[in-house]
Each structure stands twice: as structure tokens, then as C-alpha cells.
């Protein structure tokens, strides 16, 4: 008899599913690969097969075009979508049903079954309500391996409702600018949109052009985002009074200078790190993130009650050390490619 959980292999470039060949997030292309969600940190292109939800591949062939053809016209990439609670069967015996996870359109925890063992990865999740995607779902496992992006005990998100308080509050307070908002182009946009018409605001918002293809995607998968409109078809004056959302990197472009005098905000879970804040220039700090909080994440690990919890991107040392003094087994594994998006 192999040893307990040999089948799966925490290795540099992702995590091995060994009898299946397939990998969880490859950081670089294999011949299939068993992807959580649409963020550039987990999904990569390139791959013989890719197994996500539908949401997310189609993000993908937005982003990378996934499905290009080869020489012969023929599709070089194949596309398996698993809808949420459907099981496939992988090669070697082994079993893989998709969760949702809370974190973005399509994110997805992948629940792994082989030799009467269960392991779920959960890719990055949040325990927040989100307008723009369902709620992760608590699945009991063997294993348990979970980000740690905000793992550690500072981190504390407050409520959405508050920081969407704060965004409006500076608006009206300053009806002849507008307020910038830098916001990552997958999920975080999309949200921050959902939630300001959650409480209540119905004007129009203006986008930087690089978030329209995204927004609108959201919107073919059912998500309502209200009227939507491009600050290029638009003058200065037009804009005036107005939100609008743009990728982090034009909060201080040249292309902000078409705006009215423009108050600059930055969505992010960072920006309870006030030198970030100040290292982008932020007027207006937003505490919006679609990452779970320190206190999420330990919550997270004793509702699921792993035998063990293996823990990825992030800070795996201070969640460690967590389940060290709670009695709880534990590791740190060591993967590369996964970096700190503008959450």
C-alpha cells in the first residue's frame, strides 16, 4: 500500500495530481491542468487541456486566447468546463468536483477524490458576500490547502458597506471633480460596480477602456452593472460629479489627466498598509478586498477540520505558526509564480 496522500504533490511549479498527470495552477504550460479561477497568478495559457468552470474559460480566452488555432485551423487547445457541484473522472481513478470559492467570476475550490482520500485546493477565496459571484462553500476534506495572501493578524477587512460609504461621501462632498478609483480588471472592478449599486447609486460610471471587455463578459454571465460608459466617448464636464474606474497602473497616468480634477482611490485590501497608499499617491484608501482576512482564514481552517492544512502564496509563516499553537497539523509548501495582485 502507497503511503497516506502520495498521489498528490506539492511541487515549485504548482501542485502534482500524480495518477492523473494534472496540474492545480501550473505556473507554466503542462498537457492538462486543472484550473481555480481567471487571475493571471493561476491561469496561464498554453496548455494541452484546461478544466475550469465555463466562467473562467471564457475569461481565459478573453485574456489569452486559449482556444487559438494551430496551422491546420484545427483547435490546438482543448476546454473541459465543470459546472459548480459536477464531478468528472480524471485518469488514474481520481475524481474532481468544482466549489465555488467566493473570489471572482468562476473561482472555483477543486475537491480531489483518489483511494477513499479527499483533498481540496481552494485556489484564493473570500468568506465576504459578492454581488458578482456565489459564496465559497465549506467542504469537508482530508487536506486542506489554503492561501494565506492576508495571513497575518493585521489584516482585518472591514465591512464593504462602509468603504462604499466613504467612496460616495468624498463624491458628493466634491460635486465639480470626480473620483478615480484604481481597481484590478478582474473581479475587484466588477465588484466595486456591483456594491456602489448595491447601496443605492444609480449614475452612470465611466471605465478606462482596458476594463470594458471584462465588464462586459460579467454582464453576458448574468451580472447586472448598471450603465456603464467609456470616458473616451465623453468630455471632461461630462464626467464631472461621476466615478470612474480604471486599472491601478492609470491612477497617475497621463491619460487622468482628461478628468475633472480627479480624486484618486485605490481598491485593494493593501490599503490597510498606509505606506502603499502613500507609495501610489492615494487620496482615498479603499479597504475592499476579495481575499479572506487573517481571521477568515483561521475561521475557514476549524469550520473545514482538516487532519491536515498545507498552506500557499502568501504568509505561510505566520498561519503556520497559527495551526502550530491550535494543535492543528500543518506545512508551508513552496511555490513560485504566485504573486500579490492588486487585490
Not at 498537457?31 to 493571471?40: E, K, M, S
Not at 472591514?158 to 460609504?165: D, H, K, L, R, T
Not at 495551526?323 to 492543528?328: A, E, I, K, V
Request: charged share 25%.
Amino acid at each position: 500500500m502507497p503511503p497516506p496522500f502520495s498521489w498528490i504533490r506539492p511541487e515549485p511549479w504548482g501542485i502534482h495530481v500524480v495518477p492523473a498527470d494534472a496540474w492545480i495552477d501550473p505556473a507554466r504550460p503542462v498537457p492538462r491542468a486543472l484550473v481555480t479561477h481567471g487571475h493571471a497568478d493561476h491561469a496561464r495559457g498554453g496548455h494541452g487541456e484546461t478544466v475550469a468552470t465555463p466562467e473562467t474559460l471564457a475569461i481565459m480566452e478573453l485574456r489569452y486566447r486559449t482556444g487559438a488555432t494551430d496551422d491546420a485551423g484545427a483547435i490546438a487547445h482543448r476546454a473541459t468546463p465543470v459546472s459548480y457541484g459536477e464531478t468528472i473522472a480524471l485518469p488514474g481513478d481520481v475524481k474532481a468536483t468544482y466549489i465555488p470559492a467566493g473570489h471572482v467570476l468562476g473561482s472555483a475550490q477543486i475537491l480531489l477524490e483518489h483511494a477513499g482520500e479527499r483533498i481540496v485546493c481552494t485556489g484564493d477565496y473570500k468568506r465576504r458576500a459578492d454581488p458578482t459571484c456565489p459564496p465559497f462553500e465549506v467542504t469537508s476534506c482530508d487536506i486542506f490547502i489554503t492561501e494565506a495572501t492576508f495571513g497575518l493578524p493585521l489584516f482585518t477587512h472591514p465591512p464593504i458597506a462602509e468603504e462604499m460609504a466613504k467612496l460616495l461621501d468624498r463624491l458628493a462632498a466634491h460635486p465639480d471633480r470626480c473620483v478615480l478609483v484604481g481597481a484590478y480588471a478582474l473581479g475587484k472592478a466588477q465588484r466595486v460596480i456591483a456594491e456602489l449599486r448595491a447601496a443605492g447609486h444609480t449614475q452612470p460610471i465611466y471605465l478606462h477602456g482596458a476594463m470594458e471587455r471584462m465588464c462586459r463578459l460579467y454582464e453576458e454571465f448574468g451580472v447586472d452593472l448598471g450603465e456603464l460608459r467609456l470616458v473616451s466617448d465623453y468630455t471632461k464636464d461630462d464626467i464631472r460629479g461621476h466615478i470612474v474606474i480604471c486599472p491601478p497602473s492609470a491612477l497617475n497616468d497621463r491619460w487622468s489627466r482628461r478628468l475633472p480634477d480627479p480624486i484618486t482611490a485605490m481598491a485593494s485590501g493593501w490599503m490597510r498598509v498606509r505606506q502603499r497608499a502613500r507609495q501610489r499617491n492615494v487620496e482615498l484608501p479603499l479597504i475592499i478586498s476579495d481575499h479572506a482576512d487573517w481571521g477568515e482564514l483561521t475561521r475557514t481552517i476549524e469550520e473545514v477540520a482538516p487532519q491536515e492544512t498545507w498552506i500557499t502564496h502568501g504568509r505561510e509563516e505566520a498561519l503556520l505558526r497559527w495551526c502550530q499553537l491550535h494543535q492543528r497539523r500543518a506545512r508551508a509548501l513552496a511555490l513560485v509564480g504566485y504573486e500579490d495582485e492588486d487585490d
